[in-house]
């Protein structure tokens, strides 16, 4: 009788666990249905489900649906949980994951963590958008840091990935703050190659050429009239040739940039001044006109 009892006890286990593995599908399909839409809370609901069955009767959880969850607690305020479902996302080779997962731990503000997760998993990523985000995020949170030395390495090893506008300019504003300008002004070109139209890049370049210029106009005017005679005036006569180079170029970017914002005066005082170092007097004046 015991037997008896026991095998049907047995029996009735298996036909709930049949039952539970058969409703398994449904739950994903539901969950899936609710994600989409953005319902999150029944996503979580429902995935929340599927997982616990999948876990329960000894099957592997799809790393998809570990992304999907992650984002679902993310967005509901459980980053805890949102972490712990990322992580298992990543084990499970979802390295689309990785850019929520990073996007989490920055909207925390958690930014070494961050960049301790982009350092581990760069190499392994082969999706070169993922890869992008990766190196801008990278250079971003190193820059903060002022690491510059990091970001050159960054830089030497991105291979065929093109860094972003926001990577590209970071790198600039560093190697200027570590005094290495002509570095700075061959990346800032890089970025330009890309972006033609770069509003800061064209600022920045302008700028740097126009001073690097300036600063030696100043220096051999200075030289000149400590000894003016002929020799003195033909050797000034060269070197200031050689700096119109850099005073057209700069009037080129700052000609885009008026362009783009006629109004801007930062870059009417640079048209003027470059045009008076390039004896276009006509031209300086028109623009000293348009700033009073």
């Known amino acids: 009788m015991k037997s008896k009892l026991f095998i ?35 996503a979580f609901s429902t995935y929340e489900k599927y997982i616990n069955g999948r876990l329960k009767n000894k099957l592997n959880v799809e790393a998809s649906v570990y992304h999907n969850m992650g984002i679902a607690c993310w967005m509901l305020g459980k980053n805890s949980e949102a972490i712990s479902h990322f992580e298992n996302a990543l084990d499970g080779g979802n390295y689309d994951a990785l850019v929520d997962y990073a996007s989490l731990l920055n909207q925390t503000q958690k930014y070494n963590e961050e960049l301790t997760l982009w350092q581990k998993y760069y190499d392994e990523i082969q999706d070169l958008n993922v890869k992008t985000v990766g190196l801008e995020r ?20 991105h291979g065929e990935i093109i860094p972003t506008a926001s990577t590209y300019m970071a790198y600039v504003l560093l190697l200027e703050e570590n005094d290495q300008k002509a570095k700075a002004f061959e990346y800032c070109n890089f970025l330009l190659k890309t972006n033609p139209s770069h509003v800061e890049a064209l600022f920045w370049k302008g700028k740097y050429l126009y001073h690097k210029a300036d600063d030696k106009y100043k220096t051999e005017m200075a030289i000149y009239n400590k000894n003016k005679n002929h020799t003195s005036y033909a050797y000034l006569r060269r070197e200031l040739k050689k700096l119109s180079v850099d005073f057209r170029n700069s009037r080129d970017a700052f000609n885009k940039l008026h362009e783009i914002d006629p109004g801007d005066t930062n870059y009417i005082k640079y048209l003027k001044n470059v045009n008076l170092r390039l004896d276009n007097k006509i031209e300086a004046d028109k623009y000293d006109k348009m700033l009073k």
Do not use: M
């Not at 190193?142 to 960054?154: F, M, R, V, Y």
């Open 8 to 42: 049907v006890a047995l029996f009735a286990l298996i036909l709930s666990s049949c039952s539970s593995v058969q409703k398994l599908p449904v739950y994903k399909q539901n969950a899936d249905k609710e994600f989409s839409t953005e319902n999150y809370q029944a």
């Open 138 to 157: 990278q250079v971003l949170i190193l820059a903060g840091q002022k690491k510059l030395d990091e970001i050159t390495s960054l830089f030497k090893e």
